[in-house]
């Protein structure tokens, strides 16, 4: 009997549940998508916003290196705006067409014997678009994304009296513990983490969600064929 026991414990898998990002990962960056977007969220910030183009580049850099996404620091500096709106402006006009078919991936994926989940900061429909375009609409249990952590922005609403001015901040060497928050819930935010996984039912002990860290080129597509395979 405690040698059946123990056969049952090697025999349990370590892990039953894979979380996925999306963008740059299940397909690679040389499909340009990334670019696009930047392109785009920068227009928008422009041409939405009203923020004067010289800032654009310096502004973008720190919201996304202090918030996660540029739209979560937007957000938490002061500008109000309507999500749906945004992600229509960023995601709307990307070239989906250079998402090519990938019938290797989709063979590795579905037979994988274990959970497999989307966890996407972007939204549901850009996600759904990029998986059909890649032929993998069928190999995922479901998709986290945005939507499914942030409740819908309540419009029509005011600016923030004064938004936040994050570049003087750090210029005056501010820190990042006197930032203002976000109301938008994302990654890598550890409370977006949490709420992936409660949301889908997952045992953080037992899933897998490799970090960009942990890649030898960040978010590489390459890379995550090769650990899928290992």
Same mark, same amino acid.
């Given at each position: 009997?405690?040698?059946?026991?123990r056969?049952l414990?090697?025999q349990e $898998?370590?892990?039953? &549940?894979?979380?996925?990002?999306?963008?740059d990962t299940? @397909?690679p960056m /040389?499909s340009?998508? /990334?670019s696009?977007?930047?392109?785009?969220i920068?227009?928008?910030?422009?041409?939405k916003l009203?923020?004067?183009?010289?800032?654009?580049?310096n502004?973008?850099?720190?919201?996304?290196k202090? @918030?996660?996404?540029?739209?979560?620091?937007?957000?938490?500096?002061?500008?109000?705006f309507?999500?749906?709106?945004?992600?229509?402006f960023v995601?709307?006009?990307? $070239?989906?067409?250079n998402?090519?078919?990938? $019938?290797?991936?989709? +063979?590795?994926l579905?037979?994988?014997?274990?959970r497999k989940?989307?966890f996407?900061n972007?939204d549901?429909? +850009?996600?759904?678009?990029?998986?059909?375009?890649l032929?993998?609409e069928? *190999?995922?249990?479901?998709?986290? *994304?945005?939507?499914t952590?942030?409740?819908?922005?309540?419009?029509p609403?005011?600016?923030a009296?004064?938004i936040?001015?994050?570049a003087?901040?750090?210029?005056g /060497?501010? /820190?990042?513990d006197e930032? $203002?928050r976000?109301p !938008?819930? *994302?990654?890598?935010?550890v409370?977006?983490?949490?709420?992936a996984?409660?949301?889908?039912n997952v045992?953080?002990?037992?899933?897998? &969600?490799p970090?960009?860290?942990?890649?030898?080129?960040?978010?590489?597509?390459?890379?995550? +064929?090769?650990l899928? !395979?290992?």
């Amino acid at each position: 009997m405690e040698y059946e026991e123990r056969c049952l414990m090697v025999q349990e $898998p370590k892990f039953d &549940c894979l979380l996925f990002d999306l963008d740059d990962t299940l @397909y690679p960056m /040389s499909s340009g998508i /990334s670019s696009h977007v930047k392109t785009n969220i920068e227009d928008y910030m422009v041409e939405k916003l009203g923020i004067e183009e010289s800032k654009i580049e310096n502004l973008g850099n720190l919201l996304y290196k202090n @918030y996660g996404t540029t739209m979560a620091g937007l957000r938490a500096i002061g500008y109000n705006f309507d999500y749906d709106e945004y992600h229509s402006f960023v995601h709307g006009r990307l $070239p989906y067409d250079n998402i090519k078919p990938d $019938p290797v991936l989709k +063979h590795i994926l579905k037979n994988m014997r274990i959970r497999k989940l989307i966890f996407t900061n972007g939204d549901m429909v +850009h996600a759904v678009r990029a998986l059909k375009r890649l032929g993998l609409e069928d *190999c995922f249990e479901g998709i986290i *994304c945005f939507e499914t952590l942030n409740p819908p922005c309540l419009l029509p609403g005011d600016q923030a009296l004064e938004i936040f001015d994050i570049a003087g901040h750090f210029a005056g /060497s501010g /820190s990042t513990d006197e930032l $203002p928050r976000t109301p !938008v819930l *994302c990654k890598p935010n550890v409370d977006a983490m949490e709420a992936a996984l409660r949301i889908a039912n997952v045992n953080p002990y037992k899933a897998v &969600c490799p970090p960009d860290s942990l890649m030898p080129d960040a978010r590489s597509y390459n890379n995550i +064929h090769r650990l899928l !395979v290992l």
